[in-house]
């Protein structure tokens, strides 16, 4: 056999008309179109299809456990700045919560998620990096540092803001007074950047309050800040002395 097989995903579609214009404002062109006797939709993009059909009877998006795919790629940052810009022209911003919506993406990560309108999971990946992943905490830290590697894992490989807020929020009360100073910041500049998405604006003034007070040498702001996917969040509590 030669070796030139092409897979496309069907994907279980619950809501057809929100998923079509979802994609269409992404880039997407519509190839096929069905609604009746069934439902079948096909969509285009660079190089990849995303088909889909009718969702099992009683299938709830906010589960968001109804389907997905992975999508090699050569550049994954590349497709989450097409992805980012082409919401901010059709919403007015990046859609970072509810559904349908995009995660975020920090320089260096391997991955990002982009969930549509019925709950599905399609996980960009960089190709090259796949094997390279470490996905397991890591036995050698302790205290605040296993905190934030546990909070890396959550926030990129699982996707769950709710729980990384949640693991830092504990990680800091228990562990901030016995972390070296980059740690806590790494902490609060992570607390900043999931505020709006886990509901939590309100309690920014004072992460950034206790960000700014950390003594940070410039190196040291420069690793807090690679830890965010845009670290202009971070600028009205970590500017330059």
């Known amino acids: 056999m030669t070796p030139n097989e092409t897979v496309v995903p069907m994907l279980p579609c619950v809501l057809p008309e929100e998923t079509l214009a979802f994609w269409k404002a992404l880039g997407f062109s519509v190839t096929y179109e069905q609604h009746k006797p069934y439902l079948y939709l096909s969509l285009h ?8 059909k009718k969702a099992p009877k009683g299938a709830d998006p906010a589960a968001e456990d109804i389907g997905g795919c992975l999508v ?10 097409a992805f980012t810009a082409a919401m901010r022209a059709e919403y007015g911003k990046v859609l970072a919560k509810g559904l349908p ?96 998405t886990v509901d939590q604006l309100d309690r920014v003034p004072e992460w950034g309050a206790a960000l700014r007070a950390l003594p940070l040498t410039d190196d040291e702001r420069g690793r807090v800040e690679s830890t965010v996917a845009d670290p202009a969040v971070l600028a009205p509590w970590l500017g330059s002395d």
């Open 45 to 52: 993009w660079s190089g990849f299809d995303l088909h889909y």
């Open 101 to 196: 919506r995009i995660t975020r993406y920090r320089p260096g990560a391997s991955r990002f998620t982009v969930v549509d309108p019925s709950g599905n999971s399609i996980i960009f990946i960089q190709r090259d990096q796949v094997e390279e992943v470490e996905y397991g905490g890591s036995a050698s830290l302790s205290g605040l540092a296993k905190v934030l590697d546990n909070a890396r894992i959550l926030l990129e490989f699982k996707t769950d803001p709710q729980a990384t807020y949640r693991a830092l929020n504990s990680g800091l009360r228990k562990h901030g007074e016995t972390a070296s100073a980059v740690e806590r910041a790494t902490a609060l500049a992570l607390l900043i950047e999931l505020a709006e």
């Open 72 to 81: 090699m790629v050569d550049s994954v940052a590349d497709y989450h700045a």
